[in-house]
């Protein structure tokens, strides 16, 4: 089966390199919504700690994380919602 | 010559101080997280200006490539790419919406 939440996570993973990583799929919150298909893997939610994100304001973070997923993005994945934060910082996931 | 997709977003994003494409319209927003910024924007009093992407397919694509930014809302405020819901919730939360939006001279009505 072609898991779109596991090919989300690997390109996370090969990308940044993170310390912490989690990948939640909450399509079924969004069932019957625009952009929402039966077998749900629409909506992601993405929490990252990864040293790329130190020194970046919140939109160069999130960019580097919608570049990463641009290919899902344009394709299977229609929401991503992003929390990046570098190591050390506080409000980390 | 028509205007291209491309210049009508730089003269609406030069028309408006704050503008946001959104799915839906401000009183009945097509998806949550449209409707998360508009209530963020209507709960400090601020003035917008909203183009409902549903209604307009070009501009729905238009847009993600203008502002290089993949999905819907997007934020701007005085012409600048501010980002979209999960970045404008967070500066909200974090208090740095209000401070941000005064220093470029927009009105908040109702702080947080």
């Given amino acids: 089966m072609d898991d779109v939440r596991d090919r989300l996570e690997d390109i996370l993973r090969r990308v940044f390199?993170?310390?912490?990583?989690?990948v939640v799929d909450f399509s079924a919150a969004h069932a019957g919504h625009d952009g929402a298909r039966p077998g749900g893997q629409t909506h992601f939610r993405v929490e990252i700690?990864?040293?790329a994100f130190a020194g970046q304001n919140r939109l160069a973070r999130q960019r580097l994380v919608m570049e990463a997923a641009a290919e899902l993005?344009?394709?299977e994945i229609h929401?991503?919602?992003?929390?990046a934060v570098?190591?050390?910082?506080?409000?980390?996931? | 010559m028509s205007e291209t997709i491309h210049e009508r977003i730089q003269r609406q994003i030069a028309s408006d101080d704050v503008v946001l494409y959104m799915k839906g319209t401000p009183v009945m927003p097509m998806c949550g997280f449209s409707a998360a910024v508009v209530q963020v924007l209507s709960h400090l009093g601020v003035p917008f200006?909203?183009?409902?992407?549903?209604?307009?397919?070009?501009?729905?694509?238009?847009i993600k490539e203008f502002s290089s930014w993949p999905t819907i809302p997007q934020l701007y405020v005085k012409g600048e790419f501010v980002g979209g819901c999960d970045i404008v919730r967070e500066m909200f939360q974090a208090g740095e919406l209000v401070p941000f939006l005064a220093e470029r001279g927009i009105v908040v009505t109702e702080r947080a």
């Fill in chain 1, 17 to 22: 390199r993170p310390e912490r990583l989690e």
């Fill in chain 1, 49 to 51: 700690v990864a040293a």
């Fill in chain 1, 73 to 75: 993005l344009h394709g």
């Fill in chain 1, 79 to 83: 929401a991503l919602t992003v929390r």
């Fill in chain 1, 86 to 93: 570098a190591p050390g910082e506080s409000g980390g996931p």
């Fill in chain 2, 49 to 62: 200006q909203a183009h409902n992407v549903l209604d307009d397919p070009e501009l729905r694509q238009g």
